[in-house]
């Protein structure tokens, strides 16, 4: 069995947290790889055909001269315009006001790339016609003078070229990086499930020992692998959890030892203890007839002969519940009828208000109902106040009786502590008033009854108009059984 939160939550998470971590960075590598790559790319691819256009265009130029006359005719600007053309690039010829292109129904140029061709420089530009990418290189011819300086010959000569080859180009290595890129991502994933398993199967080992450990089985190991932080962790558990089984080793030892002394000295107190009574009945008898204070004495061994025996008789019946002895005597029981009888056997009828529907019958162990309605009634009467009721209700396969009293209830701080053994609410009250084992035997009783899987229950709690409450909670159908198991 998985501990919860663990293999099916935090380690998840954990998986989930580490996919993304490596998808993340797969992704940012891929991006940033694949968009520089794609800039640097599309810089060079550009750059080479720019540079090849100037060259190719240049190259053309060096068919145009030498110039016969200036200013050209229309018809030289025509000729000269088809004979720089070429099949990859279109020209345009300008002198002045006068125009010449070949092959293009649109004049492309635009103002800045055409003023810095007056200036004497060679120019280019890359501008969209119909949608479509392409390379303007603008320069100016110039004539030698006889002096053999250079000066402008007012004839001006651009080239238009087609940039689609180089934008496909680039689509297909933009393409390419990022099928790479996606390629690197589904690897960093790939490599995020291999990295995760090996993380997270340490992780979810050490879960479930630890579960496994907080339900009681100390016994638990975990197998260290490696030197790494995971293989300490595990090293620290596998010491944590062998000095946890020695104390708690040692604990239950002295538990065992604690508990068989208690039942020891119990039992060996019996048989002096039913002496004692013995000659404490006789001295009842005599008490009245005692003189002063010889009286009382006797009557005070006597009582607390009575509450000596009492104590041991509990502290017998919580040893048999401690060492899992303890066994229902199942009998088929009229409720109402063994309720009546405990409050008439301790001459409880006057002093107790009872509604107990007759019929209601049930297979369990009477002497332990009686045990815990006596404790119930007894204390109620002790500490609570007039009137107390008692309440008998039936389901199916459940019955419920409910103990009353109409007093100032039980404190908050008390209520968690009431079947506690030994406790007393009020630290003042005499020790003669009881043991504090009587509700932790009541409610060791009620869960010695089981039907079905679910045990018998004894509560405690305070009524809306004032007073405590205990319900008890019994099968109808108790099933034989030991006591232990789950507390």
Do not use: C
């Amino acid at each position: 069995m998985n501990p919860p939160g663990w293999a099916g939550g935090r380690t998840s998470g954990l998986r989930v947290r580490l996919l993304l971590a490596f998808a993340l960075l797969g992704v940012t590598t891929t991006a940033v790889v694949a968009s520089g790559s794609y800039f640097q790319a599309r810089r060079v691819i550009l750059q080479q055909a720019q540079d090849a256009a100037v060259v190719s265009l240049t190259d053309q130029l060096a068919k145009a001269y030498p110039l016969r006359q200036l200013p050209p005719t229309q018809d030289e600007l025509d000729t000269m315009a088809q004979l720089l053309s070429d099949r990859d690039e279109e020209v345009i010829v300008y002198y002045h006001d006068m125009r010449a292109q070949n092959g293009l129904a649109l004049d492309p140029l635009t103002s800045e790339l055409r003023q810095s061709v007056r200036d004497g420089r060679v120019a280019w530009q890359r501008v969209s016609i119909d949608g479509q990418p392409v390379l303007l290189i603008g320069t100016q011819l110039m004539l030698d003078q006889p002096d053999g300086t250079p000066r402008p010959s007012g004839l001006e000569v651009y080239a238009v070229r087609s940039l689609i080859p180089e934008q496909q180009s680039i689509e297909r290595l933009a393409t390419l990086a990022w099928g790479t890129g996606g390629l690197s991502l589904v690897l960093a994933v790939l490599l995020a499930l291999v990295a995760a398993g090996g993380v997270l199967r340490p992780v979810r080992e050490l879960g479930r020992a630890a579960h496994r450990l907080g339900e009681g089985d100390l016994t638990t190991r975990l197998v260290v692998r490696g030197t790494d932080e995971l293989a300490d962790v595990a090293r620290t558990f596998n010491n944590t959890a062998e000095r946890l089984e020695r104390q708690v080793g040692e604990l239950r030892r002295m538990e065992s030892d604690a508990r068989r002394f208690v039942a020891d000295v119990s039992h060996e107190l019996r048989t002096p203890l039913a002496a004692m009574t013995a000659v404490t009945d006789v001295l009842d008898e005599e008490a009245d007839r005692l003189p002063g204070d010889a009286g009382r004495a006797a009557r005070l061994v006597s009582q607390e002969t009575h509450n000596l025996t009492r104590l041991v008789e509990d502290l017998i019946e919580v040893s048999r519940f401690d060492s899992g002895t303890a066994r229902l005597a199942l009998d088929d029981v009229d409720v109402a009828a063994a309720v009546t009888a405990t409050l008439r056997v301790r001459g409880w009828t006057d002093r107790v208000r009872a509604d107990l529907p007759p019929g209601v019958m049930a297979r369990l162990d009477p002497r332990r109902l009686d045990v815990i309605v006596a404790n119930l009634v007894g204390n109620a009467l002790r500490h609570g106040a007039p009137a107390v009721t008692v309440r008998l209700a039936a389901e199916p396969h459940w019955f419920t009786v409910e103990v009353r009293d109409h007093g100032p209830g039980l404190d908050p701080e008390v209520l968690p502590h009431v079947f506690d053994r030994f406790y007393k609410a009020d630290t003042a009250r005499t020790r003669s008033e009881g043991s504090g084992l009587g509700l932790a035997i009541a409610w060791e009783n009620a869960r010695l009854h089981r039907y079905a899987g679910q045990r018998g229950s004894l509560v405690a709690g305070n009524a809306p108009t004032g007073g405590a409450v205990f319900t008890l909670r019994l099968p109808r159908a108790a099933e034989a059984m030991r006591a232990g198991g789950v507390r």
